[in-house]
């Protein structure tokens, strides 16, 4: 390991995964060396792939696809031509029948039944009239944008599988936090100028529209070691089976880690320090110890664990989705990945197909603690009681286990958080990135712009962390201000007696204008075309009396049409906006479930 004296920056990143592995990225850039220190055999964390038997897998599934320029700049430069343009195809499986989301109206009709449907309707309608006041709970949140039936039957079971407590237990936070940039603004803004999916600007296209994204061929753990590559051979250290075992501090300044590996322990010094190592697992590792008030407090947040059982079968195509959501109660399972569907060079017989069957669980309880091979019989068993392979099929398996895949948001995390963040933010000389480093459950492009941020406070920058968000344009939401202010006026509503007003005094100045010119123009037969509104005017003739009785019924008329033309305008302005406001919310469906 690299040791004091080298350089005036002397930096060291706990972890191994997007975040530590971007900082040193950033760094390296900029001329910086790095020491990085992965407790793990492999680079990439939670966005690491597993080669079993040369069958690629992933911890969960990582689409890449961002809007945050300088992270999809990264991913280029890292890959470049090793990026494939995938359809993206997901569905929930729910009482034995597929849906589609957002909702299809024939598709739910089908899946539901019609009394099913029906009641769904009339709850939406019942939470839009009558909404909860408190927003506390994901729970509440959800019924308040989907109505109660929907909750219960499409978020209720998968939710509690996934993290295992009661809805009423999550956070409303979660939710909010997850689903942005979803605004009924940017959902008019895409009907005006359309989604740009397809060779436009991705900057300009709402996350949940997205059906396609780029995916690298050989799996997210390929960018991860192609990073780890390429700052290795520029100086940096990528430091595997590292485990940091203690953090020195003193005067709120890191002075050193204590560092086991290969069975030795050692002192790491650093003049910087970047973490994303679980927020809970640095705090106990303080030394000195921190006080009783913050220890506790870091014991509090709590992480939701995760393990898939990938199963090879001896199919060529069992279903066309990328993955598929489990909302089946009678099964363990909560997602099953289709990796042949992210990339065909995941599985090297095409002949065949590997799912990664997905369980949600905590560290050390009945599921966690099972045998390999039982779970995979168990996951054969589901996989057959789905209807999706049968166990004869299935040649072969393998597990993996990935503790604190997920930040739970309960109902103490925010209080205990806020204490951590109080201590930590003492620390001169020490930053926190990614999803377990700040305890945010976020997206890799977001964990990667944190450690972008990170690197830049070393050389000199003074971002706060805590306030980045995966879906702002940061600098680029400036110019899209205008654009912002062209669609609110477009969409605004249309003030019905101004209007009217203004079309009645124009129809009415310009008959009487055309009224009194024929009248000074004087002949022989005056306006005899003119003439003709005296049918329609009564009373009206080209003379200076008739100009003010043509203006008095050209103003009543102009008026009348005026006043209708705005109303329905303003009637069926409003219908479409009801439209995409109900798209917006179905569209918030498949957000709230691709965030899990």
């Given at each position: ?355 990664g069957l997905e369980y949600f669980c905590f560290e050390g309880d009945d599921l966690w603690t099972t ?226």
């Open positions: 390991m690299r040791k004091e004296g080298i350089s005036d920056k002397q930096v060291v990143i706990i972890g191994g995964g997007p975040a530590g592995l971007t900082a040193a990225y950033k760094l390296f850039n900029a001329g910086v060396e790095s020491t990085v220190l992965e407790q793990d055999q492999t680079v990439g964390g939670i966005s690491r792939t597993v080669n079993y038997k040369n069958y690629y897998f992933d911890i969960g599934g990582h689409r890449f696809f961002t809007k945050v320029k300088s992270v999809e700049d990264m991913w280029k430069e890292v890959l470049g031509k090793d990026f494939l343009l995938r359809d993206r195809l997901s569905r929930i499986y729910y009482n034995k029948k597929f849906f589609y989301y957002p909702l299809r109206p024939f598709n739910a009709l089908l899946g539901l039944g019609i009394w099913n449907s029906i009641h769904i309707v009339f709850s939406y309608l019942y939470s839009q009239l009558f909404p909860s006041k408190q927003e506390e709970t994901l729970e509440q949140w959800v019924s308040n944008r989907f109505g109660k039936r929907l909750f219960r039957i499409f978020f209720k079971t998968y939710t509690e599988k996934v993290w295992g407590i009661s809805c009423n237990e999550v956070r409303a936070e979660w939710a909010a936090q997850r689903i942005k940039g979803l605004s009924l603004i940017t959902a008019l803004k895409n009907a005006l100028i359309g989604n740009k999916n397809n060779g436009g600007s991705k900057k300009d296209v709402i996350k949940t529209l997205i059906d396609q994204f780029d995916y690298p061929k050989f799996g997210p753990g390929m960018m991860w070691k192609a990073v780890s590559d390429i700052i290795q051979k520029n100086g940096s250290e990528v430091c595997l089976g590292a485990k940091v075992e203690g953090i020195l501090w003193s005067k709120n300044k890191i002075e050193a880690l204590e560092v086991k590996r290969n069975g030795k322990t050692e002192l790491v010094h650093g003049t910087d320090f970047i973490s994303s190592m679980p927020i809970r697992e640095a705090i106990q590792k303080f030394k000195p110890a921190v006080t009783k008030e913050v220890l506790d407090a870091a014991n509090d947040l709590k992480y939701r664990d995760f393990l898939t059982v990938a199963l090879i079968i001896k199919k060529d195509n069992l279903f066309p989705d990328n993955w598929i959501y489990i909302h089946d109660p009678d099964v363990k399972v909560g997602r099953i990945q289709n990796y042949k569907n992210w990339s065909p060079h995941m599985v090297p017989d095409q002949n065949h197909t590997c799912l045998p390999d091979d039982e779970l995979i019989e168990l996951g054969k068993r589901e996989l057959e009681a789905l209807g999706f392979a049968n166990k004869a099929d299935v040649e072969d398996g393998t597990v993996v286990r990935m503790p604190k895949a997920y930040p739970i948001y309960d109902s103490t995390y925010q209080e205990s958080l806020d204490v951590v963040r109080r201590f930590l933010g003492r620390m001169k000389n020490l930053q926190l990135v990614g999803r377990n480093g700040m305890h945010k459950y976020n997206n890799q492009d977001h964990s990667m712009l944190t450690a972008m941020l990170a690197a830049e406070n070393i050389l000199g920058a003074n971002h706060d962390l805590w306030k980045v968000n995966v879906e702002q344009e940061y600098h680029e939401e400036i110019k899209e201000v205008d654009l912002d202010k062209l669609v609110m006026r477009v969409f605004s509503k249309m003030d019905k007696l101004g209007f009217a007003t203004a079309v009645g005094s124009v129809s009415g100045l310009l008959i009487f204008l055309a009224t009194i010119f024929l009248v000074l123009k004087g002949g022989k037969v005056v306006g005899p075309t003119l003439g003709l509104l005296g049918q329609f005017f009564l009373g009206y003739s080209v003379t200076v009396k008739g100009a003010f009785i043509g203006m008095a019924f050209s103003f009543f008329w102009g008026f009348f049409f005026g006043w209708l033309f705005a109303y329905l305008r303003n009637f069926f302005l409003a219908f479409h906006i009801y439209l995409v406001k109900r798209k917006l919310e179905l569209l918030r469906f498949r957000d709230f479930f691709d965030h899990f």
